[in-house]
């Protein structure tokens, strides 16, 4: 699994990171992102659906969000 | 004692000239040298090429010699600079090393089109003065067809520009009688039109009143040159007959050389601009990591606080300046009219409405730039 660590990065920093990786990693691979950006518990999630990959999981830790994406096509 | 910047765009233009201005009394008794190093002898101004690819302003008006702009206490080194040694305070210039006490890193942004496959073959942009020159060429002999403007990755230079491009296209064509058989399409990588929900509320209003569509979480991954369609990693196909791209940014090839970072992008203290790790380095302009505007309000606003508190450190003085993330950005609604933002670290813009004045006002200051370049303004 490869990892963003996006927390203290503003929106949509967090979101053009995931976007950044998605497109290097290959088919399959799950990216965990964690973001304490509020904004990127609604965002990332709707660009992941409109993209077509998967939400694994979305969960709020203590201060940041953990947000994890499967890339399916 | 020797203070050193590296670049010669806005940022590191004004900050020499300011530094001159403080210290002039020690640069006179030769206590102190300022050293400007930049690979380019003119000074673009950026925000012009918005003017110049609709014919409203020549080369002639956004470029000028660094030579005339600078204080006659900098010193100026026409070199590319290979290599920043942030630990041994030194820059490598060829077979040249220069060594500093005080370093200040502008080395901006620049764009980087053939990341995009197929981009740099059909595409076009204004991101840059060759680019610019042929798109000023294309907009001049479109005839009417579709028009997509794209924001192709952030961060990127003059975060409104590519809004007043579409609006200021919307108005080109109008004059010209070939809007009706036109469309103008705006793209852009997340889920509304502008980085700032506010601004994009603004914006998004406006582009509907004018007939501007918009398409949102879209983020290009391939131009195809033969079909003239942008393809999306969202798996969207837009064709186009004229696209205008904003490219995705880098930092300097100098940053990512010396491994102060992979992407060109200086870690940089929010407040102090001091670079992470560094107490002598500062970074400014594009060049920085901030969440804050690549633009040369933010530059210039920069560039104040760095001199101010490198000269009071020379002078023994406390060294109490703060960026708090103050930018000021233009927006052209139209040939006509502009509004406004004033915005930073904890303040949100507000607008007024679109009017004359405030056009005018940028009008002017297209012409009045050169002052802030050397300083006065």
Redesign the interface.
């Known amino acids: 699994m490869v990892v963003i660590d996006a927390r203290g990065?503003?929106?949509?920093?967090p979101?053009?990171e995931l976007?950044k990786t998605?497109?290097k990693v290959p088919l399959g691979e799950k990216i965990e992102l964690l973001s304490s950006d509020a904004s990127s518990a609604k965002?990332v999630p709707?660009?992941v659906k409109?993209?077509?990959h998967e939400l694994v999981e979305i969960k709020k830790e203590e201060d940041y969000w953990r947000i994890v994406v499967k890339k399916t096509? | 004692m020797n203070v050193t910047i590296v670049g010669g765009g806005v940022a590191g233009t004004l900050t020499a000239n300011y530094l001159a201005t403080r210290l002039r009394d020690e640069v006179r008794r030769k206590e102190i040298e300022i050293t400007l190093i930049s690979d380019r002898d003119k000074l673009l101004y950026e925000p012009g090429l918005l003017y110049l690819i609709f014919n409203r302003l020549e080369e002639k008006d956004i470029l000028r010699d660094l030579k005339i702009l600078l204080d006659p206490g900098v010193k100026f080194v026409f070199k590319r600079a290979d290599k920043i040694d942030l630990e041994n305070r030194e820059i490598r210039l060829g077979d040249e090393k220069l060594s500093y006490d005080y370093l200040v890193i502008a080395t901006g942004s620049r764009i980087v089109p053939e990341e995009i496959p197929g981009l740099t073959k059909t595409g076009h942009w204004f991101y840059n003065l060759d680019g610019a020159v042929r798109l000023r060429d294309e907009i001049a002999k479109f005839k009417g067809g579709k028009i997509v403007v794209s924001v192709m990755?952030?961060p990127h230079k003059c975060p409104v520009a590519p809004i007043e491009v579409t609006f200021l296209l919307h108005d080109f064509l109008k004059i010209h009688g070939i809007r009706k058989s036109s469309e103008i399409i705006y793209t852009y990588?997340?889920?509304r039109v502008f980085?700032m929900e506010s601004v994009s509320e603004l914006v998004q209003n406006l582009f509907t009143e004018k007939g501007i569509e918009t398409r949102t979480?879209f983020?290009p991954?391939e131009v195809d040159a033969e079909k003239r369609e942008v393809l999306t990693?969202?798996?969207e196909r837009e064709r186009f007959d004229l696209l205008i791209s904003i490219p995705p940014h880098k930092g300097s090839k100098v940053i990512i050389d010396s491994g102060i970072s992979d992407d060109g992008w200086v870690p940089t203290d929010r407040y102090t601009l001091k670079v992470k790790g560094h107490d002598n380095a500062f970074a400014i302009g594009d060049t920085t990591d901030l969440?804050v505007s690549k633009a040369g309000s933010v530059a210039h606003f920069q560039a104040e606080v760095v001199a101010e508190n490198i000269s009071a450190e020379i002078k023994g003085l406390p060294p109490t300046a703060r960026y708090f993330g103050k930018a000021m950005c233009f927006i052209e609604t139209s040939f006509n009219e502009a509004t406004y933002i004033w915005f930073d670290y904890e303040t949100q813009p507000k607008f007024v409405k679109p009017n004359k004045f405030t056009h005018w006002m940028k009008i002017a200051y297209n012409r009045m730039f050169w002052l802030t370049a050397r300083g006065v303004l």
Not at chain 1, 9 to 13: A, E, I, K, Q, R
């Open positions: 990065s503003y929106c949509p920093g979101l053009m976007i998605i497109k965002d709707e660009w409109r993209a077509g096509k | 990755g952030v990588p997340i889920n980085l979480f983020n991954i990693l969202e798996g969440p």
